[in-house]
């Protein structure tokens, strides 16, 4: 079957996960996107739901709250397992 050579743009970092993700799946990325298209040309649209999570209020509430802490320079974080264990024995 030919082929034809397609441009497209795409974010950096989504592109590296992605990449990672399906080399653990033994595909690069035209083969995960010729398997996409192909599965949307199969359903005749979108493989899958296309939808903005309808939250409650708590739950929205809860991630508001999350987003400032996480933004909150005095705030200590952690990157390292060892460490963040050593914190919370300290306490």
Known sequence: MPTTPTQIRIDSEIKKEATILFKNLGLDMSGAVNLFLYQCVLRGGLPFNVEIPNYNQQMSEAFA?????????????YTDMDELKKALLED
């Open 65 to 77: 709250e999350a987003e400032k802490i996480s933004r909150d320079p005095d705030i200590k974080g």
